[in-house]
């Protein structure tokens, strides 16, 4: 998770899905982030992959919502030192 985290850029794409209003975020609506589609596509499946992010495709948009408890086990692995 943290090594998926580490990349300034899929950082960016985890925090604006987890601060969209409803909880989730089209992918038309995350994707200024200063890379191209493609890269912003790479980074996504890259979080999902991690665990940290869950999507689900609608029409020609994919939307990305947090997988639940990601953030519970950030938190958990912080406060227990990454020691499990």
């Known amino acids: 998770m943290f090594k998926a985290l580490g990349d300034p850029v899929r ?7 987890a601060s969209h209003p409803g909880g989730e975020a089209c992918v038309c609506d995350i994707s ?10 790479h980074h996504l499946k890259r979080l999902k992959e991690a665990g940290l992010l869950a999507s689900e495709r609608r029409g020609t948009w994919v939307y990305y919502r947090l997988e639940p408890g990601a953030l519970a086990e950030i938190g958990r692995l912080l406060t227990s030192g990454g020691t499990g």
């Open 32 to 41: 200024d982030v200063g890379v191209s589609q493609p890269t912003v596509s």
């Open 11 to 17: 950082l960016r794409l985890f925090s604006a899905v």
